[in-house]
């Protein structure tokens, strides 16, 4: 049986995805607006992927049911 390795990422590599800074990212944490950051040691902090990817799928499907709700202009 394998072991699952969980893979993290960095506050730069979150800006590098979502296109923004990073103090957005630490901004969009605090607000709850991302998924909660996970304290390695002390210094290091770090996003889970998994989590990340959950965020996303959420946030894509949810944007897919607004489109879909809003009326097409005549």
Not at 36 to 44: E, F, K, N, W
Request: proline share 5%.
């Amino acid at each position: 049986m394998e072991a699952l390795t969980v893979q993290y990422l960095t506050d730069r590599q979150l800006a590098a995805r979502f296109a923004v800074g990073r103090t957005t990212i630490w901004r969009w944490t605090q607000e709850g607006r991302l998924p909660t950051a996970v304290r390695l040691s002390p210094g290091v902090t770090r996003w889970r992927l998994c989590d990340i990817e959950m965020f996303e799928a959420r946030h894509a499907a949810a944007e897919a049911a607004e489109t879909a709700a809003t009326p097409a202009p005549r």
